[in-house]
């Protein structure tokens, strides 16, 4: 049976650790616009699945 990737595992896991993030105007207004698009409630969620996808494109499990 495969393992579970890290991916997988973090989707089930609980979210409590917070990280502060500065970003400028445009670029949350970019991330809003993207987050709409995917139907994405969350800023938060926004960017776990933008950083998934990046790890993902890079090979990391």
Avoid: H
């Amino acid at each position: 049976m495969q393992q579970p990737t890290l991916w997988q595992t973090a989707a089930m896991e609980k979210k409590d650790v917070r990280v502060q993030l500065v970003i400028s105007p445009s670029e949350i207004e970019a991330l809003d616009a993207w987050r709409a698009k995917q139907r994405i409630w969350s800023r938060s969620e926004a960017i776990r699945q933008l950083i998934a996808e990046g790890v993902k494109r890079d090979g990391v499990r």
